[in-house]
């Protein structure tokens, strides 16, 4: 691949350079496999090249590069020019070739350091940035070592000097894999994707448990959640949502218990559903999206209570967190969006929860329950590769339509503000709310078709408006789909031979 003219300088997470070489080895074995498989996975041109201090990815097209700051275990990256090198005039020679256009007119800095023992041409950091410094200052607006326009930046190691004006930041953290596997227990809201992601970061290889609440929509909702962090953060394994329905298991939990400890009882049972799975996959720990005080069950005295449903350790990287931080990472990790419209589904909801259970009280109401339903449910439970799986294709094909029959009524479930921006012609806005006080009300004499941002909650309110007896139908896809095949229809009309051309 001699042709691949662009390097992308990989600089390891400073955690890794403090292991044992073995250690070291190791991590940097699996963070080299995670590289191959993101190139791979995404279809980038590239090959990886290992070497003692820096790995270095050799891409076709330079654009391509701020992906790669998706392996954790890297602490920055930057796109350079390489160039051999063999003594400080070919060094500056080169800088000054490449540097000379964008320093014009602009006050500059140089940077320029050695990496390891072996460096480059026998120059020295201080060396380049005093000559290519003076070598660059005509034409330039002066040197700024504090504040400058532009910054140029050589690495030397191994006889080649790393051109470069910008370092972009990784993630840190570990290499995936790299720190044995867990379990997280998931619901598709904020919390718990977002401290997945953390365990992640921190090298840990996971499956995920899903406890499902809310029927086949909940579902689909925290599979496209959890699908991002699977395809954008997980290369290099192989991830799987495990969806338990706990359709029955809550219902022995209401014949057998006392409302107000409905919430620590349910937070027990999903973690013994957990500890199963984490034990047939051989998992190390449960990884829960718990943060202090923020619901009821969340309270100091019920984590307690909750945490002695299991043997297994109980890591809740979120522990200390605050809301907005937790919705922050969210969106840097690209499950905001998806999260915000995944409704917190709980059809456990007394009016005044316990919030200091005894542990010994919820223990004896917790042996009251018969178990082994618990048991069958995570027998049963379904098991969905999310790196080889499109939610599209597994999603409620009864509830899909992929057109607008001329007699329906249509439904946008957007905000007003993305409704004005573009709706289907004569749909009716409703937000998500109006749209749950509304539906009973509707008539039986029509159809109905729903599309909200993505798709998941039109799936919701038709699952409900078929339930109350109304023929109803969400658009796959979404918003972004139906505005497509709406184009695509009015397009063939205008392209048909004959067609009139009405607007």
């Given at each position: ?45 590239g090959e990886v090249e290992r070497r003692h201090d820096r790995l270095l990815v050799h891409l076709e097209d330079p654009a391509r590069a701020p992906e790669l700051a998706r392996i954790f275990g890297l602490q920055s990256l930057a796109v350079a020019e390489s160039r051999e090198v063999d003594s400080l005039a070919t060094i500056v020679r080169h800088g000054e070739a490449l540097f ?389 229809q009015l397009s063939s009309r205008v392209a048909r031979p004959g067609a009139s051309g009405g607007s």
């Amino acid at each position: 691949m001699a042709d691949l003219r662009t390097t992308v300088l990989l600089r390891l997470s400073g955690e890794l350079s403090t292991k044992a070489r073995a250690t070291r080895r190791h991590f940097v074995g699996r963070l080299v496999r995670n590289l191959k498989d993101l190139l791979s996975s995404e279809g980038i041109l590239g090959e990886v090249e290992r070497r003692h201090d820096r790995l270095l990815v050799h891409l076709e097209d330079p654009a391509r590069a701020p992906e790669l700051a998706r392996i954790f275990g890297l602490q920055s990256l930057a796109v350079a020019e390489s160039r051999e090198v063999d003594s400080l005039a070919t060094i500056v020679r080169h800088g000054e070739a490449l540097f000379r256009d964008a320093v014009r007119g602009r006050r500059f800095a140089v940077r320029a350091r050695t990496v390891g023992s072996s460096g480059a041409g026998g120059a020295r950091g201080r060396e380049v940035e005093r000559e290519l410094g003076t070598a660059l200052l005509p034409g330039a607006a002066g040197v700024d070592l504090g504040n400058p326009e532009l910054t140029a930046r050589v690495e030397l190691f191994e006889g080649r000097a790393y051109y470069f004006h910008e370092n972009l930041p990784g993630e840190g953290g570990l290499p995936l894999g790299a720190e044995g596997r867990g379990v997280a227990l998931v619901s598709g809201g904020f919390d718990s994707p977002v401290a997945a992601w953390q365990m992640l970061r921190r090298g840990v290889d996971l499956d995920y448990v899903f406890c499902n609440l809310g029927g086949r929509s909940h579902q689909l909702g925290t599979l496209r959640v959890m699908k991002v962090l699977a395809d954008r953060w997980s290369y290099g394994r192989r991830p799987r949502l495990h969806a338990i329905d706990f359709a029955t298991t809550t219902r022995e939990l209401r014949a057998r218990t006392e409302p107000r400890y409905w919430q620590v009882l349910l937070k027990r049972l999903m973690l013994r559903a957990a500890e199963q799975v984490a034990r047939e996959r051989g998992a190390q720990a449960i990884i829960t999206g718990d943060a202090v005080g923020q619901v009821s069950s969340q309270t100091l005295v019920n984590l307690r209570a909750i945490s002695d449903a299991t043997t297994l350790p109980i890591l809740r990287p979120l522990v200390g967190a605050n809301k907005d931080e937790i919705i922050a990472t969210a969106r840097h990790i690209g499950t905001e969006p998806l999260s915000a419209i995944v409704d917190e589904y709980c059809a456990l909801v007394p009016g005044k929860p316990a919030t200091a259970a005894r542990l010994e009280v919820v223990q004896q109401l917790e042996a009251e329950m018969d178990l082994a339903i618990l048991e069958r449910a995570v027998h049963e439970r379904q098991v969905q590769d999310l790196r080889a799986l499109d939610p599209d294709d597994t999603g409620l094909p009864e509830l899909e339509t992929r057109e607008v029959p001329p007699d329906a009524r249509v439904i946008d479930l957007r905000t007003r503000a993305q409704y004005e921006q573009w709706h289907y012609p004569d749909a009716l806005q409703l937000g998500w709310d109006q749209a749950l006080l509304a539906y009973p009300s509707f008539s039986k004499d029509q159809p109905y078709v729903v599309y909200c941002e993505y798709g998941l909650k039109s799936a919701h309110l038709a699952e409900l408006m078929r339930s109350a007896g109304l023929e109803a139908f969400h658009f796959r896809g979404g918003a972004p789909r139906l505005r497509k095949e709406l184009a695509s229809q009015l397009s063939s009309r205008v392209a048909r031979p004959g067609a009139s051309g009405g607007s």
